[in-house]
């Protein structure tokens, strides 16, 4: 997330250190709202999001091994959830916080990167899960435990 919002703020003219700076500024008021680089809120811009996204992916993840599904269907899950999560974050909690920088952090961009961080973090999760049988929803066995359960020899 942080490192495509980065690149799209620069691309807009909006200066690569901005998502950072507006994460920092959240808890800290003392750094730059703009794309000016200060080596303090990197720090802390970069600390607060990647814990935020430990925490995102670590609920992905639980729900990608609590409920048994197929392997798009986590990934599709993880999409939604960030995609929920998004307006969530942008127009409720941080805004609740810092109006400022959420106001101007880019909405499509922090949408965007929502969706690819949800995308990502479940198909991440879903590599370590059995995927599921879809005739039953529930994860798949290897063919030879079922001969062996039923007794069939071939």
Request: aromatic share 10%; net charge neutral.
């Amino acid at each position: 997330m942080a490192l495509f919002s980065m690149v799209m703020m620069w691309l807009l003219g909006l200066g690569l250190w901005t998502p950072l700076n507006l994460i920092a500024n959240t808890f800290w008021r003392g750094a730059p709202l703009g794309g000016r680089f200060s080596l303090p809120a990197a720090i802390a811009g970069a600390g607060i999001h990647l814990t935020m996204a430990i925490l995102v992916g670590i609920v992905i993840a639980g729900a990608a091994t609590r409920f048994p599904a197929a392997r798009s269907l986590v990934i599709a899950g993880g999409v939604v959830l960030a995609t929920v999560l998004w307006p969530v974050m942008q127009f409720g909690v941080w805004r609740t916080v810092d109006a400022s920088a959420a106001l101007d952090f880019t909405p499509w961009v922090f949408a965007m990167a929502h969706v690819l961080f949800g995308m990502l973090a479940a198909t991440f999760a879903a590599l370590w899960i059995d995927d599921a049988d879809p005739r039953t929803g529930l994860p798949a066995q290897p063919e030879h435990r079922d001969r062996q359960a039923t007794g069939d020899p071939a």
